[in-house]
């Protein structure tokens, strides 16, 4: 299996304007396999975003190095989408034009990247709604849009930064859903089109479980590091409506928030 991430001792420190050195993430070391889905958990303020953002090349590490397919990273990655907690639909553009965006600023003849817009809409379930507005739109269907937006321009990799923590429970878990089917349809037709490859940070232990490969958990902060990394074996395809409640499930869950919870409580001492 060919690896699509590869994290060399990565850290990044940031400076104040006074001088002082605060570290975010401490050599973390990491290993994402193509077509995997792995899932990133840690105390709040543990540095999940400044981690996906040195992969995602908008910050480059202080120290260590970041590899995309082998190949040293250097600037943005252009071999991967970023999907954001907040959507970043233009307001003055139809869901149409939104979805279409990437293709066009990247050359793409307009009628041609209308029609693929098109195709990517229904299948994300918003045919009737391509001419509306992003502030027609309910918090559900904009985070479709934004899904649209990121497997259009077929790029290995998705990097997401807790997509749906704004939604409500049910919303939530329907996105979840929808997710799996985009990601697992990759292979539909044997291999010809592979999985996209999936880093996934979320707060939320129980959607790390039921949406990813692995989970990998980082230490409170400052300076987290990787403290350990838990392979999820439950079956796919995920029927999110029940799994939840399976003992399998179960058991995962307690050994994984075994680890997570020693230091969520590390993180509130250092916050009290």
């Not at 954001?84 to 979805?99: E, G, I, Y």
């Not at 939320?204 to 958990?217: G, S």
């Amino acid at each position: 299996m060919t690896t699509a991430l590869e994290l060399d001792r990565v850290s990044r420190e940031f400076t104040s304007p006074g001088g002082a050195v605060y570290r975010a993430i401490d050599e973390i070391s990491l290993s994402v396999p193509a077509g995997a889905f792995v899932a990133i958990v840690g105390p709040s303020g543990c540095g999940k975003s400044t981690l996906l953002n040195v992969v995602a090349g908008l910050l480059p590490p202080t120290s260590g190095a970041v590899r995309v397919g082998g190949a040293p990273l250097a600037g943005l990655n252009r071999h991967a989408t970023y999907m954001f907690q907040q959507d970043a639909l233009l307001p003055w553009k139809t869901v149409r034009d939104n979805v279409a965006l990437g293709l066009t600023l990247g050359g793409a003849a307009r009628a041609d990247a209308q029609a693929k817009a098109e195709a990517w809409i229904a299948r994300v379930g918003l045919a009737q709604f391509a001419s509306h507005y992003p502030a027609q739109l309910s918090g559900g269907m904009r985070k479709r849009v934004a899904m649209a937006q990121n497997w259009i321009l077929d790029r290995g990799i998705v990097l997401m930064d807790e997509p749906f923590s704004a939604l409500d429970v049910h919303t939530r878990q329907r996105m979840e859903t929808e997710l799996l089917a985009l990601w697992e349809a990759r292979s539909a037709d044997g291999g010809a089109t592979p999985r996209k490859t999936i880093v996934f940070v979320t707060h939320d232990l129980e959607e790390a479980i039921a949406l990813a490969d692995d989970v990998v958990i980082l230490s409170a902060g400052p300076a987290a590091r990787v403290v350990a990394q838990h392979h999820v074996a439950l079956p796919r395809p995920r029927d999110l409506l029940e799994l939840r409640t399976q003992p399998s499930f179960v058991d995962l869950y307690r050994g994984v928030w075994a680890v997570l919870r020693e230091e969520v409580i590390k993180s509130q001492r250092g916050s009290a």
